[in-house]
């Protein structure tokens, strides 16, 4: 498994802007589909979007496209998640998750999680 750290979270008006970041232990990052999930108050977890081995092909939720980039570096082990016009819908603990799989498809596993990130869209 690969640890994940995420960071960046935090308090924001609505119509901000937060940058987040996930640093994976494992030197296999670059093999890794990285993904970001959320999780708000008294709701199920939810896919918010996911990138491929290489950085070359992202996938997202209806909810945040158009607002929210993922981006990966793989020379430093890190993903991470741009998020602009935030709303106080967006308001969730935000998780980064690592799959074993190069390639992104729906509903696909993910098998190593980090431990969270608070983000809080004040209206």
């Known amino acids: 498994q690969v640890q994940l750290v995420e960071s960046g979270g935090g308090l924001v008006q609505a119509g901000g802007s937060l940058r987040l970041s996930c640093a994976a232990s494992?030197?296999?990052?670059?093999?890794?589909?990285m993904g970001w999930f959320r999780q708000a108050p008294g709701k199920e977890r939810e896919f918010v979007a996911a990138i491929n081995w290489s950085g070359g092909s992202t996938y997202y939720a209806d909810s945040v496209k158009g607002r929210f980039t993922i981006s990966r570096d793989n020379a430093k082990n890190t993903v991470y998640l741009q998020m602009n016009s935030l709303k106080p819908e967006d308001t969730a603990v935000y998780y980064c998750?690592?799959?074993?799989?190069?390639?992104?498809?729906?509903?696909?596993?993910?098998?190593?999680w980090g431990q969270g990130t608070q983000v809080t869209v004040s209206s």
């Open positions: 998750a690592a799959s074993s799989s190069r390639t992104y498809s729906s509903g696909m596993r993910f098998g190593s």
């Open positions: 494992r030197r296999t990052f670059s093999s890794n589909t």
